[in-house]
RNA sequence: GCGCCUGUAGCUCAGUUGGAUAGAGCAACGGACUUCUAAUCCGUGUGUCGGGAGUUCGAGUCCCCCCAGGCGCACCA
């Protein structure tokens, strides 16, 4: 267990013994007291933590709440690690700690090596991440981008929490805007043969479309003018997806991400699963007919409005394929979990999955959904309208290769899914020196580079047994190795909360006080014993912050 | 019209599930390299927390009503 979480552990239990002591003398029920919490107060100086344990409870105990901690101060048994207990503004307990109890992260970064913050409250329960999933029909754009950072970063995270972890990506080559895809790459075919056609209105209008006819007539000739137009657009549909498939596997490796599944949606038509939960539906008694279409009640299990399954030209809806891909995910493959990552405008479609888990008796609390707000592309000073079908879009591999897959992963983990997200391109382009991923990896170089100029005089980290590491006792020292102890609960927060942000955030912190160390505690040079320590205190820091990198999949270089 | 998300410093955003005097980065200004990388550090200030009412010891945070922006409300995905 972490030192952090012993010491936590150790207030918590003072607190309830002062609790229960208190109830003791006053002749209070101690069950029906609550549990204490320990925050960290916003102002340091206060403490390293604090409660506010004497003022939920004051009423109960007929109390005002500064003369209830008073009493639990009186009450606090001795404990390892706590120095000093104070009371202040309307009933806090503020706690100190020993700051001895700080240098065992030392110990534990040398100890664990990588696995450093590895916690084990998944408890190997299996988690399926599901995200992008962009239609094969073109490249992919800025909200992809954006939900490819986010979802593999959170699915790190919580392999490193201790769930095991499946990254997928589900690709829709079936359906409604295969057609319309069949038949904008038919028109641009028979374009380039100088017929006279045009690109349904609800088509794919961009130049990748023409691109890849080009290329296709290059390699294979005329041979698809004679078909008739069904056979025709089946040749060139088939051929095209597969290409833009492997290019969208090419830019997500560009950009990091590695799948652990590919699935298609055809696959549930050729394995009669689509057919199959459709009939399930229906045998349950949750299906209607109305307008010559087969619909789920969604309604029955709280959903704001029934949903079409089946059309009336008798053709399956994309919803009944999710039912079905969804069901295949927690029956035939046993999740426990299912994290799917969707883009905002998806979520009307939220309460109507999670209504298709109730029906099929699938407990709709396992499948997350978390809804990603929309990127915005600025250029220019100017908001630009993009569209797919238009064509007009800067795409994920645009953004990769102008501004670096290192700070578009770090940037598009810099905010909470549920806010907008303005990306400046001009800015991430031009002034890409001032991005807060170069901060976060100069810090590592800079230690790298200590330990470099270190071993050309001859001196290596030293092992700890050792080191002195009460020499380690200035501020910036204390500071830095408070917050390499705090990894492992920042972990978990954002394991539990999937907030993949709180790493970044964690990556930036780690780099300023290293920054602050660096420019007030020379290592090199010093007196023997504080270097040593100094030594291993930036190596420390060294691996955490690569650490925190590779979860965000952002390279540590050893040199800038 | 209905539902979801958002509104916090000039800009971009945090705010530990209701706690103490609301924070950080960028931008602006002033300092710091004969010494381990100045892509750095140190200092300076700015807030009707969109507005209004309410809940209580205590509200940026919770309830209600408005205002503004984004996204939905298809036999599209």
Redesign the pocket.
């Known amino acids: 267990m972490y030192s952090i979480f012993k010491i936590q552990d150790d207030i918590k239990q003072g607190i309830t013994q002062s609790y229960k002591k208190i109830a003791a003398d006053n002749g209070i029920d101690p069950s029906l007291i609550p549990e204490a919490?320990l925050?960290?107060?916003?102002?340091r100086s206060?403490?390293d933590y604090?409660t506010?344990a004497a003022?939920?409870s004051a009423?109960l105990f007929g109390k005002k709440?500064r003369e209830m901690a008073g009493l639990m101060k009186e009450n606090f048994p001795h404990t390892e690690y706590v120095s000093s207990i104070e009371i202040?503004?309307?009933g806090?307990i503020?706690f100190k700690l020993d700051r001895a109890g700080l240098y065992n992260v030392l110990n534990e970064i040398d100890g664990m090596g990588d696995n450093f913050g590895s916690l084990d409250i998944g408890k190997g329960r299996r988690v399926q991440i599901e995200f992008v999933s962009a239609?094969p029909t073109g490249p992919m754009h800025l909200g992809n981008a954006r939900g490819g950072a986010l979802g593999d970063v959170l699915a790190s995270i919580l392999q490193k929490a201790g769930y095991y972890v499946e990254r997928e990506f589900y690709i829709?080559d079936a359906?409604?805007?295969i057609e319309k895809f069949g038949a904008s790459l038919e028109a641009r075919y028979l374009e380039l043969f100088g017929q006279d056609t045009e690109v349904p209105e609800e088509g794919y209008h961009g130049e990748d479309v023409v691109e890849l006819m080009k290329e296709y007539i290059e390699k294979y000739g005329d041979v698809c003018l004679k078909m008739d137009s069904e056979e025709r657009q089946k040749k060139l549909r088939e051929w095209a997806l597969e290409k833009n498939i492997d290019r969208m596997k090419d830019d997500l490796e560009a950009y990091g991400i590695h799948y652990d599944v590919w699935f298609r949606e055809s696959s549930m038509y050729e394995s009669g699963e689509i057919r199959d939960v459709i009939n399930e539906l229906k045998d349950k008694g949750h299906t209607y007919e109305?307008?010559?279409?087969i619909w789920f009640k969604a309604t029955d299990f709280g959903a704001?409005?029934d949903d079409?399954l089946v059309?009336?030209?008798g053709l399956t809806?994309?919803?009944a394929s999710d039912i079905a891909y969804h069901k295949n995910k927690f029956i035939k493959r046993g999740f426990d979990t299912v994290i799917d990552i969707w883009g905002?405008?998806?979520?009307?479609?939220v309460g109507r999955m999670k209504a298709a888990m109730a029906a099929l008796g699938i407990d709709p609390d396992r499948l997350v959904v978390i809804?990603m707000?929309?990127v915005r592309l600025k250029m220019g000073g100017e908001f630009a309208r993009m569209s797919k079908r238009k064509g007009n879009m800067v795409t994920l591999r645009d953004l990769v290769d102008a501004v670096g897959r290192d700070a578009v992963r770090f940037l598009f983990n810099?905010?909470?899914a549920?806010?907008?997200?303005?990306f400046d391109m001009d800015l991430a382009i031009k002034e890409s020196?001032?991005n807060?991923v170069?901060?976060v990896q100069?810090a590592h170089?800079?230690i790298?580079?200590?330990l470099r100029?270190a071993s050309s005089i001859g001196t290596e980290v030293p092992a700890l047994a050792d080191v002195d590491m009460t020499r380690l006792n200035k501020d910036a020292e204390y500071q830095l190795m408070e917050k390499l102890s705090s990894y492992p609960e920042e972990i978990g927060?954002a394991a539990l909360?999937l907030e993949p942000?709180r790493i970044t955030?964690y990556a930036s912190d780690l780099a300023?006080l290293f920054?602050?160390f660096?420019?007030e505690?020379?290592?090199?040079?010093e007196e023997e014993e504080v270097m040593k320590a100094r030594l291993v205190l930036a190596d420390s820091t060294r691996k955490v912050l690569a650490n925190a990198l590779s979860l965000l999949g952002v390279n540590a270089p050893e040199?800038?």
């Open positions: 919490e925050e960290v107060p916003k102002d206060f403490g604090a506010n003022m939920t009423k709440p202040a503004g309307p806090f503020n239609n829709n359906g409604n805007q109305s307008d010559g279409a704001d409005k079409v059309r009336a030209n809806t994309y919803f905002a405008d998806h979520a009307g479609h809804l707000q929309l810099m905010r909470s549920d806010s907008q997200f303005e020196n001032e807060p170069f901060y100069y170089a800079r790298c580079s200590i100029n927060q909360r942000y955030h300023s920054h602050s660096y420019t505690c020379r290592v090199i040079g040199k800038m």
